[in-house]
C-alpha cells in the first residue's frame, strides 16, 4: 500500500484497509458520504474536533492523519494504528498519546489595552495537537513556549491559509530575515514574513494582492514580535 503525507490520502488509505465502504464510514462519523468523499479527495479537511473519533473509527492513530510534520512521511498505515481498542475513552487515549507525543493547545489572542502587548486565551472547545517529542528535541523547542492559533485572512495565501493552524515559538523572538512572525505593529495582529533592513522593517504578505507593510527604523518601538512560526496546518 502506498504511503501519503496528505491527511486526505491517509483517510482513504485507512479506510481501504479497514474494508469500510464511504457510506460506512459517513455513519459512524454522522456526517454525509460526499462529506467523506470530501475528505478524501482534497476539497474538504475534517474539523480538529472530529480527529479522535474518525481515528478510532478508521483505527488509526490521530497524529497519525495530521500534517507530515507531525508524523514521518515514511511510516506506512500499519504504524498508525492504534495500540487500544476502539471503545477506548478520550482520557484512555490521551495516556497512549502522552507516552511519546506532548500536546499543543489552541489559543486566542487579546490584545492589552496599550495594544502592545497580547493575551494569549486557550481555547478550551477544541482539541490539542499532539506531536511527537522527538519533534521538539529535534528542532531544539521547549513545548512549553509554543502556542497555537488559526490564521484569519488570505494574506500569506500559499504559504498559510486562512483558518491553517499556525504553531508560534514565543522565545523565538529575534528576527531571521525571511521567516514568518506573529507581530503587533500599530494596534494590530499580524503573520507575516519579516526582513530588517539598515532603515526599515518589513512585514511582508506572500500574496500579492497585500501591499509590504513598511515601518521605519526609528519606529521599530512601535512592533511587538510576538514569535517565530516554526509549523502550519491545514
Known amino acids: 500500500?502506498?504511503?501519503?503525507?496528505?491527511?486526505?490520502?491517509?483517510?482513504?488509505?485507512?479506510?481501504?484497509?479497514?474494508?469500510?465502504?464511504?457510506?460506512?464510514?459517513a455513519k459512524i462519523m454522522n456526517v454525509s458520504p460526499q462529506t467523506v468523499h470530501a475528505w478524501e479527495t482534497g476539497k474538504a479537511t475534517p474539523r480538529t474536533s472530529r480527529l479522535l473519533n474518525l481515528a478510532k473509527a478508521l483505527m488509526v492513530k490521530p497524529l497519525w492523519l495530521q500534517a507530515d510534520d507531525i508524523i514521518a512521511d515514511n511510516q506506512s498505515v500499519d504504524?498508525?494504528?492504534?495500540?487500544?481498542?476502539?471503545?477506548?475513552?478520550?482520557?484512555?487515549?490521551?495516556?497512549?498519546?502522552?507516552?511519546?507525543h506532548t500536546p499543543i493547545h489552541m489559543y486566542d489572542i487579546s490584545l492589552n489595552n496599550d495594544f502592545m502587548d497580547v493575551e494569549w486565551l486557550q481555547r478550551k472547545e477544541e482539541e490539542p495537537i499532539y506531536f511527537r517529542n522527538t519533534w521538539f528535541t529535534s528542532r531544539?523547542?521547549?513545548?512549553?513556549?509554543?502556542?497555537?492559533i488559526r490564521a484569519q485572512g488570505e494574506s500569506m495565501s500559499p504559504m498559510i491559509d486562512n483558518q491553517d493552524i499556525v504553531l508560534i515559538d514565543t522565545e523565538d523572538k529575534i528576527i531571521n530575515d525571511g521567516e514568518v512572525y506573529a507581530v503587533i505593529f500599530d494596534g494590530s495582529f499580524y503573520l507575516k514574513k519579516v526582513r530588517k533592513t539598515a532603515v526599515e522593517i518589513l512585514l511582508i504578505s506572500i500574496n500579492p494582492a497585500w501591499e509590504t507593510i513598511s515601518i521605519p527604523i526609528t519606529e521599530k518601538n512601535k512592533l511587538n514580535i510576538l514569535g517565530r512560526k516554526v509549523w502550519r496546518g491545514g
Open 1 to 25: 500500500m502506498n504511503n501519503s503525507n496528505t491527511i486526505h490520502k491517509r483517510i482513504e488509505l485507512a479506510r481501504i484497509r479497514t474494508g469500510m465502504s464511504r457510506l460506512q464510514l
Open 79 to 100: 504504524d498508525g494504528l492504534l495500540a487500544i481498542p476502539l471503545n477506548a475513552t478520550q482520557p484512555e487515549v490521551a495516556q497512549v498519546q502522552t507516552n511519546t
Open 140 to 148: 531544539h523547542i521547549n513545548p512549553d513556549n509554543l502556542r497555537a
